[in-house]
């Protein structure tokens, strides 16, 4: 349900608009569920006010399966979920546990659920999973020749010296996991990143990443190299750590569908935490 507000309205009076048969209680657990939004903006403030012209919606209630993953779209081909930060993405040789990859499986069962990409273990957001080889297929091939839109939020360290640009360069990994750049192209794989600054503070900085290509640790290596690593990535040479999490999320995810040929277009508003370093 969407509401284009008249005039200026505290948020209860533009609900009870919206919906005038719900309680003050029903209006106030949609709040507190993160379910209303503000030209596309997530309302978690009782005493917001929604100005004239502004788009008031209430979202369907959050489809939560274990560990914090959440239902963002499905279909019959494929599930879009947000990952929280801290859980794997699928199990590998060197890193066990739960992982998302399991619980999807746990939850769809007895359909096949299929990986087609993968998120750090510490980074959240968006991804996307497949109901069938088909579908999987022209998922990963559209990751091949980068015909799909990701973008990223992540606070770096300190304030960047130019507000939006590119960073490419080629990067290989060790035997120990640790992914490096390097000058030669045929030793490493392209990996390109645009950046553009969205907010600035004295040690910090909150900045948008499209990725052009998707290697491994990508975002967190070129931000490394840039000298302004992201927060909390000790691994690649962060000196803070304040929200004791990876300051990276996952928050957009565009394509289109490999099977209905529709336009899905996702995204996973920038986490709560985040701004207790860069306020809103």
Request: with cysteine; net charge positive.
């Given at each position: 349900m969407k509401l284009t507000c008249q005039t200026n309205l505290p948020?209860?009076?533009?609900?009870?608009?919206?919906?005038?048969?719900?309680?003050?209680?029903?209006?106030?657990?949609?709040?507190k569920e993160g379910r209303i939004e503000v030209d596309g903006i997530v309302v978690k403030n009782n005493h917001f006010e929604v100005l004239e012209g502004q788009v008031i919606s209430?979202?369907?209630?959050?489809?939560?399966?274990?560990?914090?993953?959440?239902?963002?779209?499905?279909?019959?081909?494929?599930?879009?979920?947000?990952?929280?930060?801290?859980?794997?993405?699928?199990?590998?040789?060197?890193?066990?546990?739960?992982?998302?990859?399991?619980?999807?499986k746990a939850h769809y069962k007895p359909r096949k659920v299929f990986v087609v990409h993968r998120l750090d273990q510490d980074t959240s957001g968006v991804m996307v999973?497949?109901?069938?080889?088909?579908?999987?297929?022209?998922?990963?091939?559209?990751?091949?020749?980068?015909?799909?839109?990701?973008?990223?939020?992540?606070?770096?360290?300190?304030?960047?010296?130019?507000?939006?640009?590119?960073?490419?360069?080629?990067?290989?990994?060790?035997?120990?996991?640790?992914?490096?750049e390097t000058e030669d192209e045929t030793y490493g794989r392209l990996a390109i990143t645009h950046y553009r600054t969205l907010k600035t503070l004295k040690k910090y900085s909150l900045v948008e990443l499209t990725l052009e290509t998707g290697r491994k640790n990508q975002i967190r290596?070129?931000?490394?190299?840039?000298?302004?690593?992201?927060?909390?990535?000790?691994?690649?040479?962060?000196?803070?750590?304040?929200?004791?999490?990876?300051?990276?999320?996952?928050?957009?995810?565009?394509?289109?569908?490999?099977?209905?040929?529709?336009?899905?277009?996702i995204e996973s508003p920038i986490p709560e935490e985040f701004y207790r370093l860069i306020p809103k």
């Amino acid at each position: 349900m969407k509401l284009t507000c008249q005039t200026n309205l505290p948020i209860f009076e533009a609900l009870a608009l919206l919906s005038p048969q719900s309680s003050k209680n029903t209006l106030r657990s949609w709040i507190k569920e993160g379910r209303i939004e503000v030209d596309g903006i997530v309302v978690k403030n009782n005493h917001f006010e929604v100005l004239e012209g502004q788009v008031i919606s209430l979202n369907q209630r959050k489809k939560i399966v274990g560990s914090g993953i959440q239902i963002l779209y499905e279909d019959a081909d494929l599930a879009i979920i947000y990952k929280p930060s801290g859980l794997l993405s699928v199990a590998t040789a060197f890193e066990k546990g739960e992982t998302t990859h399991a619980l999807l499986k746990a939850h769809y069962k007895p359909r096949k659920v299929f990986v087609v990409h993968r998120l750090d273990q510490d980074t959240s957001g968006v991804m996307v999973f497949a109901f069938n080889e088909k579908t999987c297929n022209g998922l990963k091939d559209l990751f091949e020749v980068h015909d799909i839109s990701r973008s990223y939020t992540a606070i770096v360290e300190g304030q960047l010296l130019s507000p939006s640009g590119t960073w490419k360069s080629y990067l290989y990994e060790d035997s120990q996991y640790f992914v490096h750049e390097t000058e030669d192209e045929t030793y490493g794989r392209l990996a390109i990143t645009h950046y553009r600054t969205l907010k600035t503070l004295k040690k910090y900085s909150l900045v948008e990443l499209t990725l052009e290509t998707g290697r491994k640790n990508q975002i967190r290596v070129h931000c490394q190299s840039a000298g302004h690593p992201v927060v909390g990535d000790k691994k690649y040479g962060a000196h803070t750590n304040p929200l004791k999490r990876l300051c990276l999320h996952a928050h957009l995810l565009a394509f289109k569908h490999p099977i209905s040929r529709k336009i899905i277009r996702i995204e996973s508003p920038i986490p709560e935490e985040f701004y207790r370093l860069i306020p809103k």
